[in-house]
C-alpha cells in the first residue's frame, strides 16, 4: 500500500521544525541544501492541498447520497 | 297573579349588550394575548383567534374572536414582521391595540387597531434566553464554540434548501474565489422555514454526523426569500443537536437583527450565505498567508545563511590575498638586500682586483727593459742579438749598445 500522505498540518510543522534548524546557524553547508530540497517539497505539498482539487475525495462526496 | 312580563327579542337584547359595551367599554384597550388562529381571508381581511392560558401554560382562561380590516392588516403584518423578523402567524404572543366591537349576529368581536412588535421581540428573547439557560447548565452552550476551524478548511457540508438563492451564492462565491482555492462542497437537503425546519435540520445534521470525518465545516444556509419566520430557528432540541456536534457550525440563516439560538450556539455566525462564504475564503487566505510567511522566512534565513558563508569567504581571501602580498613583498625586500649585498660584495672583489692588477701593472713597469734602460743600464746586442756574456764577443766585433734613448754602434778591441 502506498505511504499516507503527509498531511498539511504535519508539513507545516516539519516546516517550522526546518526553520529552526536553520535558524540555528550551525548547519552545514551540505546539510542546508537537503533541508532547502525538503522545505521547497513540503511547500509544495501545502499549496497542492490548497490549490489542486483532489479527484477521489470529489467523487467519495458524490457518492454519499447512493447510500 | 301574574307579574307583567317584560319580553324582548334576541335582536333587542343583543341591541342593549352592545350599547352597554358601546358604554362601558368606549376606547381602545392594549391587550397581551397568544395568537390561535390567523386566518387572512380572499377579502384582504384577517380573522384571529386570541388566547390567554394560565401560569402553567395548560389550561386556557381567556378566547375571544379579532379581526384585521385589510386596510390594517396590509400596513400591520409588514410592519410585524420587518420589525421582529418573524411571521405574522399562530403561535406567537402579541401586544395590540383593539377595540371592543358587539355585533347582533356575531358578538363579541376586537377589532385590531394597531400592534407593538417589542412585546413579540421581548417574548421571543425571553424564550431564546430560556433555551440558552437550559443548555448551559446542561453545560453544552458553548460546545461548538470550542472547536476549532481547521487551518485548511476546504470540506464544506452544506444544509440549506436546494432552491434557494443563497445556496447558490454561496456556492458561486467559494467556486469563483479571487484566490484560486479549491472547496469541497456538499450539500444536504433541508427544509428551512416552517414547522419542519427543526426536524429536517436535526435530519441533515445526523446524515452528515455519520460522515463527519468527510468534512472540516457545516455551513447552515437559508438566503433569500423574506426575513420573517425565524421562529423555527429557536428551538431548544435543534440547538442543542447543533451545540453538540462534533464539526464546527457556521450559521448564515439570512437576518439582520436578532441573534436566533442557533446562532448563538453555533461555532461562528454571519449575517448572509456570501458572507459565510467570505469567511472561508478569508480562513483560507490566512492559512495561505502563514504558509507563505513560513516559506518567506526559510528563504530569507538561506539567503542571509548564504550571504554569510560568502561573506565568510570573501574575508578569507582578502586576508588570503593580504598575506600572500605581505610575504611577498617581504621575500622582495630580502631579495633586494641579497642583491644588494651581492653588488657590493662584487664591486669590492672587483675593487679588490683592480689594484692587484695595477700592482702587476707597476711591478712590470718597474722590470720592462726600457724601465731599467732609463736608470742607467745599457743592453749590448751583437748582429741584434743581446749579449749576455763576454764569452759571445771576439775583438774586432762589431757591436751596438742601446741605452733608454738610443743606441751607438761600437768596436770591440780589446778583451
Known sequence: ?67 | MTEAREIFSLFELNQAVREAVKLQLPNRYWIRAELSEVHPNRNGHCYLEFIEKDDSNRQIIAKSRGIIFANTFVLLKSYFEEQTGTAFTAGIKVLVSVSVDFSEVYSISLRVWDIDPNFTLGDMARKRAEIIRRLEQEGVLNLNKELEIPSVCQRIAVISSATAAGYGDFCNQLENNAYGFVFYTKLFPSIMQGERTEASIIEALEKIYVHADLFDVVVLIRGGGATSDLNSFDSYLLAANCAQFPLPIISGIGHERDETVIDHVAHTRVKTPTAAAALLIEQQARTLGELEFLQRGIAHRIQSLQQQRHALFENICQRLIFIANFKTKTMLSNLETIRTSFAVAVSRFSTGKKHELSMMEQYIQLVSPQNILKKGYALVLKNNKIVKSVNGIQVGDDLQVRMADGSVDVKSIKK
Do not use: Q
Open chain 1, 1 to 67: 500500500m502506498a505511504k499516507k500522505e503527509k498531511s498539511y498540518n504535519e508539513s507545516v510543522v516539519e516546516l517550522k521544525s526546518i526553520l529552526a534548524r536553520i535558524e540555528k546557524e550551525e548547519m552545514d553547508v551540505d546539510d542546508l541544501s537537503a533541508e532547502v530540497k525538503k522545505a521547497s517539497e513540503l511547500i509544495a505539498l501545502c499549496r497542492g492541498k490548497l490549490f489542486k482539487a483532489d479527484e477521489e475525495l470529489k467523487n467519495v462526496l458524490k457518492d454519499l447520497e447512493h447510500e
